[in-house]
């Protein structure tokens, strides 16, 4: 008899959504802890402390099982420092304008990056992207205006950095797929961190600023924890079901962030921050759910026997 997999059964997938909406506390509580620390330390502190976390929780995760000096072997070093080095650049965009946007509009403006991806994997990858899709990809963007509003009353600029933030993201997701057909994903999760704890480990004694509280430091020090074991959860929970029945989930972040920013910092999030992400949170999804039919067996073509 066939063993089952992991997703098959009913209480298989409620793991796995227990598991993404874990995540989603988890990156919510590390940008709240981020938007907490960004009038009191450096951003390029936040973003090293972030990344230090993550690599020596990923060193202590994966060489036990796999060897610590095979994390390090790849087959492409140049694509592995490039998306590095643009999760960087994402991890600095939303980071810094954590300091200046409500916690629920940052997140709803991040929520285009999986549609940022749809529209970059053509050029990059050489996908094709069925006309649904780009109706689809429009309609986010829309979204993104009306949660921005550029040159409108009210307009935030700093809402841009959040979507440069989604931009360099989906950037690195599509590199991530590239190198994945060269390299396990452990050495890729590996150097995701590596890269950008050694860049910034040379750069940040320019810019250290002791914290001077005791919940400063216990804060920074979490922000790498939380963030991995985010990453951790939402890898655990495409193990236990389909990415179309999982993936949905991931936008209760919203809701969260919702929360914590009202308990925490006292922010209501606006109408148009409701109406623009319920666009682009439609749009991810019309995607998503697309691209599973695709590759879903049923859609293949039968082979005859």
Request: hydrophobic content about 55%.
């Given at each position: ?6 997703g ?13 909406v874990?995540?989603t506390?988890l990156f ?9 620390l ?6 390029v ?6 990344s ?6 990923i ?12 994390l ?32 629920a509009?940052?997140?709803?403006v ?15 990858l050489?996908e094709?992207?069925?006309?649904g899709?780009?109706?689809a990809?429009?309609?986010g ?12 009353e009210?307009a ?5 950095l ?6 360099s993201?989906?950037a ?14 452990e ?23 002791a ?5 400063h430091w216990?804060?920074?020090?979490a ?10 959860c939402?890898a655990?929970?495409f ?8 993936s949905p ?17 006292g922010?209501?999030?606006?109408l148009w ?18 691209e ?14």
């Amino acid at each position: 008899m066939a063993e089952t997999p992991l997703g098959d059964d009913g209480s298989g997938i409620l793991r796995g959504i227990l598991f993404m909406v874990g995540a989603t506390v988890l990156f919510v509580w590390m940008n709240a802890g981020v938007k907490l620390l960004s009038p009191h330390l450096p951003v390029v502190e936040l973003i090293w402390a972030r990344s230090l976390g993550h690599l020596l929780f990923i060193v202590a995760i994966f060489a036990p099982g796999h060897g610590w000096w095979r994390l390090f072997v790849t087959r492409r070093p140049a694509v592995q420092v490039a998306r590095s080095f643009l999760l960087i650049a994402s991890t600095s965009f939303f980071f810094t304008a954590l300091g200046f946007v409500p916690l629920a509009e940052a997140t709803a403006v991040s929520f285009t990056s999986p549609i940022l991806v749809a529209a970059l994997a053509g050029p990059m990858l050489g996908e094709r992207v069925a006309l649904g899709h780009w109706l689809a990809i429009g309609a986010g963007f829309c979204g993104a205006l009306v949660i921005t509003r550029p040159g409108g009353e009210g307009a935030n600029p700093y809402t841009l950095l959040v979507l440069g933030s989604s931009g360099s993201y989906a950037a690195y997701q599509l590199l991530t797929r590239h190198v994945g057909r060269f390299d396990p994903p452990e050495t890729s999760v590996t150097y995701s961190a590596l890269v950008g704890t050694v860049a910034l480990s040379c750069v940040v004694p320019f810019f250290w600023q002791a914290p001077d509280r005791l919940a400063h430091w216990l804060i920074l020090g979490a922000l790498g924890v939380l963030g991995a074991l985010g990453h951790y959860c939402v890898a655990r929970a495409f193990l236990w079901g389909p990415a179309a029945l999982i993936s949905p989930f991931h936008y209760i972040q919203l809701v969260w962030a919702a929360g914590v920013g009202f308990l925490v910092f006292g922010e209501v999030p606006s109408l148009w921050t409701w109406a623009g992400a319920a666009v682009i949170i439609a749009s991810g999804l019309y995607i998503a759910l697309g691209e599973a039919r695709a590759t879903s067996p049923s859609s293949r073509p039968s082979r005859g026997g």
